[in-house]
């Protein structure tokens, strides 16, 4: 059974750093490519980010380029995102989910239960 | 980059009556096109990928069409069950964009 565990959430001020974390098993985690994906309280979803299968690959969405940093670890099987320079409006929950290719892009056929991340002062 | 383009925002219909939620690109994405419904308060589940491929276990009264820059997903005969915000997203390249959402409510 695919899982995937959000963790690392929580209250930050504004301008404040913050890493979540995403602890993935039940499949071949080296082989697929992993997203964030965020939403904003009673909004949409916001495609975040996005790393290939070797991490050969990085796209960020323009809302946090230059703010956000993803990576991932193929021995732990985790994803991550780091979060500097934070706004208000990144206040949202972040979803860690699988995409089905191994290269950036292909439909997400996995979500995490998602992490609140909270800025305010 | 890409803009996707749901309508209508919302809606409501009885049960049992066809329902279709039309997605629009602003350009050519093939079939590079998925489908999530999101329950209220749950995470959202991939219904359909490819445009028009119905993921493994989702009721066959869901079904997804059309190729290029219009898209359709149709749930033949609303059920109670169905409530819930459906979103489309390209993925293709990045930036992997979702459409607003269609709320779709039980009248």
């Known amino acids: 059974e695919v899982q995937l565990v959000e963790s690392g959430g929580g209250l930050v001020k504004p301008g404040g750093s913050l890493r979540l974390s995403c602890a993935a098993s039940?499949?071949?985690?080296?082989?697929?490519?992993m997203n964030w994906v965020r939403q904003a309280p009673g909004k949409g979803l916001e495609w975040v980010s996005s790393?290939?299968?070797?991490?050969?690959?990085?796209y960020y969405a323009d809302s946090v380029k230059g703010r956000f940093t993803i990576s991932r670890d193929n021995a732990k099987n985790s994803l991550y995102l780091q979060m500097h320079s934070l706004r208000a409006e990144d206040t949202a929950v972040y979803y860690c989910?699988?995409?089905?290719?191994?290269?950036?892009?292909?439909?997400?056929?996995?979500w995490g239960q998602g992490t609140l991340v909270t800025v305010s002062s | 980059d890409i803009q996707m383009t749901q309508s209508p925002s919302s809606l409501s219909a009885s049960v049992g009556d066809r329902v279709t939620v039309t997605c629009r690109a602003s350009?050519?994405?093939?079939?590079?096109l998925a489908w999530y419904q999101q329950k209220p308060g749950k995470i959202p589940k991939l219904l359909i990928y490819?445009?028009?491929t119905l993921q493994s276990g989702v009721p066959s009264r869901f079904s997804g069409s059309g190729s290029g820059t219009d898209f359709t997903l149709t749930i033949s005969s609303l059920q109670p069950e169905d409530v819930a915000t459906y979103y489309c997203?390209?993925?293709?390249?990045?930036?992997?964009?979702f459409g607003g959402g269609t709320k779709v409510e039980i009248k």
């Open positions: 490819a445009a028009s």
């Open positions: 989910a699988k995409g089905n290719w191994n290269d950036v892009g292909g439909e997400i056929d996995y």
């Open positions: 350009q050519d994405i093939t079939n590079y």
């Open positions: 039940g499949f071949t985690f080296s082989t697929y490519s």
């Open positions: 997203q390209k993925y293709h390249s990045a930036p992997l964009t």
């Open positions: 790393i290939s299968s070797r991490s050969s690959y990085i």
